[in-house]
């Protein structure tokens, strides 16, 4: 995780040597998990090396603290790999800053998910993509994570649920209605993540598999329920 002082990027921000251009796309409400609240959220579009350090810094002190909690308690050994295995370790490493300044290009999209002032997800899409399934051209999730604190393990309580589906669904509805792409999506998933995939009724492509992370792509009739369209 590569750490920069976010003051001294919102100054060169300022000064005019960062140029970020998001805007709000889409608005609605996440739902609390432990109160049942709903919490208004709003979806941003575009790239911005701020919010992306903001993920960076904040989601990295949230494992910290996570960690540190989880050495506080004294579990015995099968406990503790049980709580271990029950977390979702596997894009820890990943720098979103890097990922900024790595995907400027016309072809990136950038769309960051804020609630009660946090970043809550955020995802990064190439577009166009050839479909497996159909002869249409959709779009292609480079990557996709959402916050440490809205995610399921044995000694933390997620803080708001369906949080990866509502910007999935925002994301998809960019691509139809702003990029005029095809209904659908696809992306390599990795191995803690199928599952969910698989629920949300993608279709793995074996052929497509890369090494440990399987190729799923949602074909136009699964992509037209999650927007909504008989």
Not at 12 to 17: D, E, Y
Not at 189 to 217: G, I, W
Request: proline share 3%; glycine share 6%; hydrophobic share 40%.
């Amino acid at each position: 995780m590569t750490i920069v002082n976010l003051d001294d990027i919102k100054n060169l921000i300022k000064s005019g040597q960062i140029k970020t251009n998001s805007n709000v796309i889409d608005e609605g409400v996440l739902i609390a998990h432990t109160s049942k609240q709903e919490v208004p959220c709003k979806i941003y579009h575009g790239w911005n090396i701020v919010s992306s350090q903001e993920c960076d810094v904040k989601w990295g002190q949230s494992n910290i603290e996570l960690f540190e909690y989880i050495q506080e308690q004294n579990f015995d050994d099968n406990k503790l790999a049980e709580v271990l295995d029950s977390i979702q370790t596997e894009d820890f490493h990943w720098s979103w800053f890097k990922k900024s300044v790595g995907a400027m290009g016309d072809e990136y999209e950038w769309f960051y998910l804020y609630a009660e002032g946090e970043p809550q997800a955020v995802c990064l899409i190439r577009h166009p993509k050839d479909s497996a399934l159909e002869d249409s051209n959709i779009f292609y999730v480079e990557f996709i994570a959402v916050a440490p604190w809205n995610r399921s393990c044995l000694v933390r309580e997620r803080e708001f649920l369906g949080v990866g589906s509502f910007l999935l669904r925002a994301a998809l509805n960019f691509s139809v209605n702003r990029l005029g792409l095809s209904p659908g999506f696809s992306l390599h998933s990795l191995p803690q993540a199928s599952e969910y995939y698989a629920k949300l009724k993608m279709v793995n492509v074996a052929e497509k598999n890369k090494d440990s992370l399987l190729y799923f792509e949602m074909p136009g009739c699964e992509a037209n329920k999650l927007l909504g369209v008989a």
